[in-house]
């Protein structure tokens, strides 16, 4: 039940995340918001790790290895994929894309983990990638031929590519959540000064950016990858994956309730999305190859 709630808030604060972050990108560049938003969070995850889980943080840093390859993956590619996205693409359209990623992560483990989905687990990933594929060619899928497609779009393919690599990995990492998490963010910190400074890296120096990055440093970085790493300690890759369906509906609403209406094209991808979560999920969930 707690791994249900974490998977929902998680994906609650990520929706914010990308309205927020498509309004941000306006007048910030992806490498600004990326860099500020970990070096932000990284001090509290510290401390929120320290206090809350007294990790062995020597047996923690002996991982250093697959938590560099984490941070790289989501915290520093996932997040400079997706803003630099939304800086070509809607909030809507970008989490129709990340919708996908339920179906991505289940045929990522039946390559990588050698799990194994049913029929209708495989009837659901279609209908996702068709769903998918509508909202990327605004309903004309000849456009898929020709390769014309929204630019904003093939980085947030990329990211949820990248997405799935983290969740796959994650998983599988035996060392405290919020410890995880916390170094994870610390070395995305690290790793992006050295360009954030040679790019001039800039502070906002406006209220409505100061406010915009106040929420993603607080709710999408520590929330998000807080309750995400959390629920990963009892939940398959898989149908942790299928909470993201939600973060179509949630940015849905808020985007509305923002003044912008959707699109009919949008409204139909998103129910296919929907429909093929829910089949990967709940009927065609994956199960373990036993050897």
Known sequence: MKASLYLVLAALFWSGNFVVGQAAVASMTPLDLTF????????????????????????????????????ALGMSGYTLLLYGALGFTSAVNASLITAANPALIVVMAVVLLGERTTRLGWLGICLGLLGVLIVL?????????SLSINTGELLMIGAIVVWGFYTIIARRLDVPAIAATAVQVVIATVTLAPFAFAMNVRF???????????????????????????????TPP????????????????????????????????????????????????AKLKVA
Request: glycine share 8%; charged share 10%; proline share 5%.
């Open 137 to 145: 060619t605004r309903g004309e899928l000849a456009r898929v031929f």
């Open 204 to 234: 906002p120096d406006t209220a409505a950016e100061g406010w915009s990055l106040a929420y993603i440093a607080i709710f999408p970085s520590l929330g998000s990858y807080l309750f995400w790493n959390l629920a990963l300690k009892t």
């Open 36 to 71: 500020w938003r970990w070096a932000l969070a990284a001090v509290p995850l510290l401390l929120l790790a320290h206090f809350i889980e007294k990790p062995d943080w020597r047996a923690v840093l002996r991982r250093w290895p697959v938590l560099l390859l984490l941070s």
């Open 238 to 285: 898989g149908t942790a994956g299928n909470y993201l369906n939600l973060m179509v509906v949630f940015t849905a609403i808020i985007t509305v309730l923002l003044g912008t209406p959707l699109t009919l094209v949008q409204v139909i991808g998103g129910l296919l999305v929907i429909a093929g979560v829910l089949l990967t999920g709940i009927k065609g969930q």
